[in-house]
Structure formats: C-alpha cells, structure tokens
C-alpha cells in the first residue's frame, strides 16, 4: 500500500527551493531582470540595479522602455516568442531577452544583461 501524499511536505520543500532560487539569482554577478509581458518591471536583482543605476524598488511600476532605450523593437520578442540579443543597447551591454511562456501564453519574460 502506497503512503498518502504529504503535501505539507512538499510545500516546505518548494518554499527552500524557491528561498535557494532567489538567493543564487540575487548573488549572480550577471544582471538579470523579469518583466511582465506589457514590459513592466517584475523582479530585478542586485547586479541589473547596478547597471540600471536604479534600485528595484524605483524600478517596479516602471516599464522597461522607459529605462532602456532598445534600437530595435524588443515586443518582436513577445510577438514571436523567440529568444533575441539586441547588440551594445546600455553602456556597453548587449541584452538577451528570452519569453517565459505557460502552455503557449506569454506570461512574463527575462532580460541578461552581458557584459562583452
């Protein structure tokens, strides 16, 4: 006889996964930001503030387009669904935008920051 799913378990077991996420994200020396799909700021961590010279508390409500100035248009990106790096956009970085999508509906999507 099989035991009975402990879902209290599992509960605590995705909170320190997600708790594991958020610190390594935080501590990574590469910018990484999450945006809604209208291209407001989401999630922003310590190394993007660096580059944005803004802190993610001013960052939050603001639309992306509003703190970086792409060449090209990024909403081909959430239009097509398909990973793109736009080339030198903010102070010397390219930025790969990627589209997180949940069974096929753009929910959100992330922009790294790469240093050349």
């Avoid at 935008?97 to 096929?104: E, L, P, Q, R, S």
Wanted: neutral net charge; contains cysteine.
């Amino acid at each position: 006889m099989e035991e009975p799913i402990n879902w209290q378990i599992i509960a605590k077991r995705k909170d320190r996964l997600m708790q594991y996420f958020s610190q390594m994200i935080n501590s990574c020396p590469i910018g990484l930001v999450t945006c809604y799909q209208d291209g407001y700021f989401l999630k922003v961590n310590p190394a993007a503030e660096k580059i944005l010279g803004k802190g993610q508390h001013q960052l939050i409500g603001e639309n992306i387009a509003e703190s970086i100035k792409l060449q090209e248009d990024w909403h081909k990106v959430i239009v097509t669904g398909d990973p793109h790096l736009f080339k030198d956009c903010l102070n010397g970085f390219d930025l790969l935008i990627n589209v997180m999508n949940d069974a096929g509906r753009i929910r959100e999507f992330i922009i790294v920051f790469l240093p050349k």
